[in-house]
């Protein structure tokens, strides 16, 4: 490992000097500019092409109502994709995930910056490689309209910022470097609940190391930790006006323990999500690093596994006492634990260099192959065609499809003639629902669980006397689906109409059914605005 005066000069590993290295580019800065910016294209090229996710119409569809927070997520990160989309007056797939491609690429620039000061190039490289290609950092964090690239970003900013000072330099304006880590932070905390926990980690920095406990008699810390402390502001005040409902909500999907105290399989089944967010052998690789770094690692090595380990100690202990947790809820853990799998490859590099070099390129092709794989059976259904006549799998294929039907159809035309709005049984079927048919077409989400679409403006729904009941159905077995469809209805609309089914297809194949039903209210009113959350809801 490196000494004190290792580090700040750049690492003791050499870029290693055999025929593979020497086909590339001469230095590790070289070589990671070329590797960011080529999957930088293919990454556009994919946000060009996938349909958005249900989260991320949900994202783009209720931020139409601007708002300081939201039911499930701080504002940042549903603000992106609205900037983008009020700006250039589309909602078009690729426009609103623009942002978060581009700060995906930026973090990269980030975890360089950050692990070269730390380890030197060689470990920078190797480090902005991995994550390059970590299929979760790849797809979701460096792609889709989700919280997590935002949250990684300005995490990775913060600590760029800090580190000067928390490794023991004393660098020129520090005082201004702990302001504007402040700012970083608070943008954190204004995209993601997990930057929390990077608080805390921050704390532990601050309190548990020597240059940590030294920065903590001066105002820089001090002043960052009230400046980040705003990034919490519009949270807690739309909390207070909605009854702390998001908090609540988040902390309810974290102790849902369904009546067992243990739930070692969903432990089981969140690590193996985790390795396959990372890449199975560098997932290894990283937790043998923070084991190896909490016990015998130097103090650069500590200041990482401290703002690793908790997040992803804290929630395997989630998943271990959980019924229902995510693998992906500890990436912004393992995001600071490429700086150490940066410097064991750095190492590694120097004994055998053409087996880590293509380890990297098999890893790469991989990845790189199933992310166009996900985006050719999306758009064209390549994948199941040649097996079956209609697709089998309803619950991905109607997530993960446009719902071009509707507009294919002329459904969404005769909604529109009709001066009428949409009911929809839950918040996913009405975010890809409001998605497709435009901001135009006010949406209602049946009581049971409609997420922030029952706090969005209701003043659209004022005067609309005719609506439409749109649910996506299975194949097998119609008419008890369409039977279930109905009575989730549960007397607030009463169908007056007859019922039509529309096929959503994917170059001609089928991929699910979707039931339209005219309604009326069985009120005489329609709902009020700002309603309250439906009983019941966590």
């Avoid at 949900?58 to 300081?68: D, K, Q």
Wanted: proline share 7%; with cysteine; aromatic share 12%.
């Amino acid at each position: 490992m490196q000494s004190e005066e290792t580090w700040r000069g750049g690492g003791v590993a050499t870029w290693p000097s055999s025929g593979v290295a020497r086909s590339f580019p001469a230095s590790p800065d070289s070589q990671m500019v070329l590797l960011v910016a080529a999957f930088l294209i293919f990454r556009i090229g994919l946000a060009s092409v996938i349909p958005l996710s249900i989260d991320e119409a949900y994202a783009v569809v209720v931020s139409r109502s601007h708002s300081l927070s939201y039911f499930d997520h701080p504002p940042l990160g549903f603000a992106l994709a609205r900037f983008m989309a009020d700006m250039s007056g589309c909602e078009c797939r690729l426009v609103v995930r623009l942002p978060y491609v581009l700060l995906g690429s930026a973090s990269a620039l980030l975890l360089f910056a950050l692990t070269r000061y730390a380890y030197g190039a060689v470990a920078a490289f190797w480090a902005v490689a991995w994550y390059t290609i970590a299929p979760f950092f790849l797809i979701s964090a460096g792609h889709f309209v989700v919280p997590d690239g935002p949250l990684d970003f300005f995490l990775l900013a913060a600590a760029c910022l800090a580190a000067p000072m928390l490794l023991g330099s004393e660098p020129r304006f520090a005082f201004l470097r702990w302001c504007a880590a402040g700012v970083a932070l608070g943008l954190a905390l204004m995209s993601k609940y997990q930057a929390g926990i990077f608080c805390i980690s921050a704390l532990l920095v601050l309190l548990l190391t020597k240059p940590g406990r030294g920065q903590l008699r001066t105002a820089g810390p001090w002043v960052a930790g009230a400046v980040a402390a705003l990034g919490l502001l519009p949270v807690v005040l739309w909390n207070m006006d909605h009854g702390w409902i998001s908090l609540a909500f988040q902390s309810g999907r974290g102790t849902a323990n369904e009546g067992h105290l243990l739930h070692p399989g969903n432990l089981a089944t969140t690590l193996l999500g985790q390795a396959a967010y990372l890449w199975p052998p560098i997932w290894l690789v990283a937790m043998a690093c923070l084991w190896r770094g909490a016990r015998v690692g130097t103090p650069i090595d500590r200041f990482f596994v401290l703002f690793s380990a908790l997040p992803i100690v804290f929630f395997d202990v989630i998943a271990l006492f959980s019924a229902h947790s995510l693998p992906h809820w500890s990436m912004s853990g393992f995001l600071f634990a490429f700086p150490l799998v940066g410097q064991w490859c750095s190492v590694y590099s120097t004994r055998r260099p053409t087996r880590l070099f293509a380890s990297f390129v098999i890893a790469a092709g991989v990845v790189s192959l199933l992310a166009v794989g996900f985006a050719v059976q999306t758009t064209t259904g390549a994948l199941t065609r040649p097996f079956f006549q209609r697709a089998s799998k309803f619950d991905v294929n109607w997530q993960l499809v446009d719902w071009s039907a509707l507009t294919d159809s002329k459904i969404a035309d005769e909604i529109r003639h009709a001066n009428g709005y949409v009911v929809a049984s839950n918040w996913m079927q009405a975010a890809k629902l409001a998605y497709e048919l435009g901001p135009d077409i006010p949406i209602e989400v049946l009581p049971g669980d409609p997420r922030h679409f029952q706090f969005m403006d209701k003043s659209p729904l004022a005067g609309r006397n005719t609506g439409f009941f749109i649910a996506a159905l299975n194949f097998s077995d119609e008419a008890a689906h369409e039977k279930d469809a109905r009575d989730s209805l549960g007397g607030l609309f009463a169908v007056n109409g007859d019922a039509r089914h529309v096929v959503q297809q994917v170059y001609g194949f089928p991929v699910f059914d979707m039931l339209v039903l005219p309604v009326k209210r069985a009120q005489a009113q329609p709902p009020k605005v700002n309603m309250q959350p439906a009983a019941g809801l966590p």
